[in-house]
DNA sequence: ACAAAAGTGTTGTTATTACACCCATGC
DNA sequence: GCATGGGTGTAATAACAACACTTTTGT
């Protein structure tokens, strides 16, 4: 109960509070519940869920989902459970994005934010339940957002094209097995280039982190390609504490 | 003022507190006003300054520079003013690591500290007025830290090594002018390897980024190095707000 | 048979590495 | 002259990109 008696104007010159925001990523296929999805034949498109802001400032303004920090859970734990509660998702990887603390990002209030990004795969992706209040856009082709978010967005964005040349999350897009087909396609969309399909199946069995399973997928009226899954990562996730 | 009357049980449960801190960095040469000065011949070290504690907890025991974060100071202006009244420091480089918020990092108050890594090149590092309370370390002997505080220097040692390998932030630690082999120096002595000077040279000149000074620096016995410049830079700096 | 994507081969280009060698200075 | 690092040359190797070509399915 911190300082319980001060008013607006009193509370301009407290010190900064906390909060947690998170840019969430999804590729195409789950987003399907979604009215304009117009999605090209030309490959996936990357989507994030945004909330209604249901109180001032940025009233009735698209946001990123978020809230405050407990007491007693981590931030990273603050992430998570902020995440389930307004979008009923627990994502596949989480990770910090950055701690965005400009003294004029929000008209009255001074709120520091601790923004993490996330990967959900299309299954979990779908337990959001979109409506009024929350809704999936396309990273393309975003409204208005509240405070600073929409840079946010795009720094998240520009981290996650860095981040999938270097690192193996595209698997976090992905079920368990998948056709190498399939990874390109999370990479091109996510890097928006096309790739050689013979020069990236070279690197990704180069890079000696796939798995041939003995499965193919049959049914498209093509040779049926094999499908791999990935090997169990010795660590992953974010940093400490 | 914020819950004037809780003590500390009670604050235990308040919402997690922000501080600010930073893990600065320079090289040898700036350090020389410190006790075990043993430099090997073979190239410059790292080195940092830590202040000491003289409150619990973690009372006497040496931890990063940081503070609290004014209502008004972006995080940024806080850590360069609390690195300026701690340290006398103005840094080159500046940019933030990390937000580290594990619930277990103190005894007792919640706090999430906002760490930002800084580069200084030796003049700003003498300015440092060293004593009982502050004090230069290098990176590879250092004492036992305040609460997680080894951990955070070590990810910043590590994000310094990495950065230095794609980004032009080596400059931060050199002058104005300085000789291809200075250069080289800064590098090898924070990726902690040798490296061939003949291709170093030709890789530092490809990446476009120097300019070639009509002055060498005589002197020493043998051909006299020439001199060079960075190219004024378009924006290097950290991440917005 | 044919279309379409899976999968393999090949070649030219570029980046990286190792190391030989010449150059210019102080002593 | 000679030791010392500055600076250039070069050849071997590895990584990458472009693209021709063969394979296997569904229709």
């Known amino acids: 109960m911190p300082a319980p008696m001060a008013n607006v104007s009193e509370r301009r010159f407290d010190p900064p509070s906390l ?3 998170t840019v969430v990523f999804a590729l195409s296929a789950g987003a399907g519940n979604s009215a304009d999805d117009e999605s090209t034949a030309d490959g996936a498109t990357l989507w994030l869920p945004l ?3 249901i109180r ?5 303004t698209w946001a990123l ?6 007491w007693n859970e981590s931030l990273e734990a603050a992430a998570r459970r902020n995440l389930h509660e307004t979008t009923d998702m627990t994502p596949n990887y989480l990770e910090q994005l950055y701690a965005f ?3 004029d990002r929000s008209p009255d209030l001074r709120v520091v934010s601790i923004v993490y990004w996330a990967l959900v ?4 992706a779908d337990k959001a339940v979109t409506g009024d209040n929350v809704r999936w856009f396309r990273t393309g082709n975003l409204p208005e957002l509240a405070f600073d978010h929409r840079d946010i967005v795009d720094y998240a964005v520009w981290r ?4 999938m040349e270097y690192s193996r ?5 992905l079920g368990d097995t998948f056709t190498l087909a399939q990874l390109r396609e999370v990479y091109e969309s996510v890097i928006g280039r096309r790739l050689d399909p013979a020069n990236f199946r070279r690197q990704m069995l180069a890079s000696n982190t796939l798995i041939e399973t003995d499965q193919v997928l049959a049914g498209a009226r093509h040779r049926p390609p094999r499908l791999y899954r990935y090997k169990p990562e010795l660590a992953q996730g974010s940093t400490a504490s």
């Open 65 to 70: 989902p978020g809230g405050p920090i407990a």
């Open 56 to 60: 001032e400032p940025y009233r009735n």
């Open 19 to 21: 909060a947690i925001s």
């Open 160 to 163: 996650l094209r860095n981040k």
């Open 51 to 53: 909330v209604r802001r």
């Open 101 to 103: 603390g400009g003294t």
């Open 121 to 124: 795969r299309p299954v979990e």
């Open 169 to 173: 999350i595209a698997q976090n897009f």
